[in-house]
């Protein structure tokens, strides 16, 4: 559901935000300085980005004087990388004007393999999908929501408030280049957002639910994307709340839609999976490396620029590990042996890729490291989600 901005940026490994929260799909601290500049770009399909300098104190804005330059890029570069990046909405993309292959862009569908999953995840813990024609026409359904809508929804609005961090990192991107204008923008952040909530309140009438619960879960989902990337709580400028928000809107709110649909949604499930969602914090970290030059700049306090990017990987792997192997012992505990066995046969391989890559230079193999490791990790949370419905 808005089962965002938690990919990827997260699990997908080069996406630009996990890259935001999702709804269901989901989403750093201004620094406490008085006086901040903060970059907007306001866009005119006949003349490209303007930049404008904002101050923020007391609401006024002063000219910009004509010898000051300012540190956001007027266009973006002719030639940057590549079309296949450009459809998936992955770092590297090439310039692109079909205006329908933008709003692709603007979606990342890279980022909607973690929701999708954890749907799949949540009907597994259901212990009642059946692989009948109409259980696989709700799933899909559902995935759908929760990936291209909802997460599409995370991800566009995302990129809306960080145009002027990204005009910095990636300004080839679709709004900070100027390629698509500002009303287009909004109009597909609307469209996608009520599609989703539509789509929702038709799996909750599908499933003969008396209490709207997928669709309340959209609805909360798509709240917290909008804090996450949106002043003025932008919980992204805390490297602690906004990658848990990611993370949670990443694993929790897929699956939660996913078990709802099928079966009974508990709170002991609840709790295992905003416990799991810890992990997917670690996973949001990873993508914030990538992000270093533009959030310094920008004031934004991600943890490998408030705490240096040696400290910040340790954090980032212990925040995964210590989650799962708390997972695997809880597993032991309820007497899920095997389950538990299978489970630490899939995170030995993770913590050896951390440090094979991650560890070794976390700037330079973070994309390699996701892309070996994640799928240890997810296999993992469906071992997980099937041991929980026995």
Same mark, same amino acid.
């Given at each position: 559901?808005?089962?965002?901005?938690?990919t990827?940026?997260?699990?997908?490994?080069?996406?630009?935000?996990?890259?935001?929260?999702?709804?269901?799909?989901?989403?750093? &601290?201004?620094?406490?300085?008085?006086?901040?500049?903060?970059?907007?770009?306001?866009?005119?399909?006949?003349?490209?980005?303007?930049?404008?300098?904002?101050?923020?104190?007391?609401?006024?804005?002063?000219p910009?004087?004509?010898?000051?330059?300012?540190?956001?890029?007027?266009t973006?570069?002719?030639?940057?990388?590549?079309?296949?990046?450009?459809?998936?909405?992955?770092?590297?993309?090439?310039?692109? #004007?079909?205006?329908?292959?933008?709003?692709?862009?603007?979606?990342?569908?890279?980022?909607?393999?973690?929701?999708i999953?954890?749907? $799949?995840?949540?009907?597994?813990?259901?212990?009642?999908?059946?692989?009948?024609?109409?259980?696989?026409?709700?799933?899909?359904?559902?995935?759908?929501?929760?990936?291209?809508? $909802?997460?599409?929804?995370?991800?566009?609005?995302?990129?809306?408030?960080?145009?002027?961090?990204?005009?910095?990192?990636?300004?080839?991107?679709?709004?900070?280049?100027?390629?698509?204008?500002? #009303?287009? &923008?909004?109009?597909?952040?609307?469209?996608?957002?009520?599609?989703?909530?539509?789509?929702?309140?038709? $799996?909750?009438?599908?499933?003969?639910?008396?209490?709207?619960?997928?669709?309340?879960?959209?609805?909360?989902?798509?709240?917290?994307?909008?804090?996450?990337?949106?002043?003025?709580?932008?919980?992204?400028?805390?490297?602690?709340?906004?990658?848990?928000?990611?993370?949670?809107?990443?694993i929790?709110?897929?699956?939660?839609?996913?078990?709802?649909?099928?079966?009974? $949604?508990?709170?002991?499930?609840?709790?295992?999976?905003?416990?799991?969602?810890?992990?997917g914090?670690?996973i949001?970290?990873?993508?914030?490396?990538?992000?270093?030059?533009?959030?310094?700049?920008?004031?934004?306090?991600?943890?490998?620029?408030?705490?240096?990017?040696?400290?910040?990987?340790?954090?980032?792997?212990?925040?995964?590990?210590?989650?799962?192997?708390?997972?695997?012992?809880?597993?032991?505990?309820?007497?899920? #042996?095997?389950?538990?066995?299978?489970?630490?046969?899939?995170?030995?391989?993770?913590?050896?890729?951390?440090?094979?890559?991650?560890?070794?230079?976390?700037?330079?193999?973070?994309?390699?490291?996701?892309?070996?490791?994640?799928?240890?990790?997810?296999?993992?949370?469906?071992?997980?989600?099937?041991?929980?419905?026995?």
């Open positions: 559901m808005a089962m965002a901005s938690l990827a940026r997260v699990f997908a490994g080069n996406a630009n935000d996990l890259q935001g929260l999702h709804a269901l799909s989901l989403p750093r &601290v201004l620094t406490s300085r008085s006086a901040r500049v903060a970059v907007s770009s306001a866009h005119s399909r006949k003349n490209g980005p303007i930049v404008r300098a904002m101050a923020d104190g007391n609401g006024e804005t002063p910009v004087k004509a010898k000051e330059k300012s540190s956001v890029p007027e973006a570069p002719a030639v940057v990388g590549t079309a296949m990046n450009q459809l998936l909405g992955m770092k590297g993309a090439a310039l692109e #004007t079909n205006k329908w292959k933008i709003r692709l862009q603007l979606m990342k569908p890279v980022t909607w393999a973690p929701l999953w954890g749907v $799949l995840c949540g009907a597994a813990a259901s212990g009642n999908f059946e692989w009948t024609p109409e259980d696989v026409a709700k799933s899909i359904t559902c995935m759908f929501m929760s990936g291209p809508l $909802l997460t599409g929804y995370t991800q566009t609005i995302n990129d809306w408030y960080d145009r002027d961090i990204d005009a910095i990192n990636e300004p080839y991107r679709p709004i900070p280049s100027g390629a698509i204008s500002e #009303t287009e &923008v909004i109009t597909q952040i609307w469209v996608l957002l009520l599609g989703g909530l539509a789509v929702a309140y038709g $799996l909750d009438a599908w499933a003969g639910h008396s209490f709207p619960i997928i669709l309340s879960t959209a609805i909360g989902g798509s709240f917290l994307s909008y804090i996450y990337s949106a002043p003025p709580l932008k919980l992204k400028q805390s490297g602690w709340i906004g990658n848990y928000a990611l993370g949670s809107s990443y929790s709110l897929p699956w939660w839609a996913g078990q709802s649909l099928f079966g009974t $949604l508990s709170l002991d499930i609840i709790v295992l999976t905003l416990l799991y969602s810890t992990a914090l670690g949001a970290i990873v993508n914030d490396f990538k992000s270093i030059e533009g959030d310094r700049a920008m004031g934004l306090q991600s943890l490998p620029v408030a705490f240096g990017i040696d400290t910040a990987k340790w954090i980032c792997v212990g925040s995964i590990d210590v989650t799962q192997l708390s997972v695997a012992a809880y597993l032991f505990s309820t007497g899920k #042996t095997y389950y538990g066995l299978g489970l630490l046969a899939l995170i030995i391989p993770q913590i050896i890729l951390q440090f094979q890559y991650f560890l070794k230079d976390p700037l330079k193999y973070d994309v390699k490291y996701q892309a070996s490791a994640q799928p240890f990790f997810v296999f993992g949370l469906l071992l997980t989600a099937l041991a929980t419905s026995h």
